[in-house]
């Protein structure tokens, strides 16, 4: 990979390689940019120059070699390193992420699972013991977590996001709507719903 890929290009990324895996499972050795690009729902010359950091081996005529351009986006997105991923906050969120992230290809699997309360701390979700969460740090250095996800009330997100920083966590999924501060070196992707969907009654309403 060449230099520092900006991030609006790594964003697109997991699109490309849901779109590579499609075309995989179909038996379909090539793909055109044009393919490519529609089946990840972007533009063909988007598409190239997202892939141009990648330095894919694309053939003029011919296209690009799926196989091979899926191994290339999948190393850049770290699929095959088994990284270890804690979820704090076993709610019905928590609990629902826990049954579905992580998978073949990947590249992360959930390693445990941590919550305040206790009427949930010992019980098992998705083949995991809930862990108590005054023994996060502990549960971050045991596994060897560089990933979180944090599905925590409002009220204690920052606390909580602070004790993973400090046990060594340097990525966290929120799903709280609130601003987490970090360090620069700490990088926080927020999932929040009710944005995304004030988001799409903007554009519902200019359409209408």
Not at 13 to 36: C, F, K, N, Q, V
Not at 62 to 69: C, K, P, S, T
Not at 87 to 99: D, K, M, Q, R, W
Not at 159 to 184: H, K, S, W, Y
């Amino acid at each position: 990979m060449t230099g520092a890929v900006p991030a609006a290009t790594v964003a697109r990324l997991p699109g490309y390689l849901r779109a590579l895996r499609e075309l995989d499972e179909r038996g379909e050795a090539t793909t055109s940019s044009e393919r490519l690009a529609a089946l990840a729902g972007v533009g063909p010359a988007q598409l190239r120059r997202d892939l141009s950091w990648l330095r894919p081996r694309g053939v003029r005529g011919v296209g690009y070699d799926v196989a091979l351009l899926r191994e290339r986006v999948s190393q850049a997105l770290g699929a095959g390193a088994d990284l270890a991923v804690v979820i704090v906050g076993v709610g019905h969120l928590g609990h629902a992420l826990a049954s579905h992230l992580g998978g073949e290809g990947s590249g992360f699997r959930v390693a445990a699972l941590v919550d305040a309360d206790p009427g949930v701390v010992g019980t098992t979700v998705a083949g995991l013991p809930v862990e108590d969460d005054r023994e996060v740090a502990d549960v971050v250095r045991r596994e060897g977590a560089v990933l979180a996800v944090l599905a925590t009330p409002v009220d204690v997100a920052q606390q909580v996001c602070d004790r993973l920083v400090a046990a060594g966590v340097r990525g966290i999924l929120a799903f709280t709507p609130v601003a987490l501060r970090v360090p620069p070196e700490v990088t926080v992707r927020s999932a929040d719903v009710a944005a995304e969907l004030q988001i799409l009654a903007f554009h519902t309403q200019r359409q209408g």
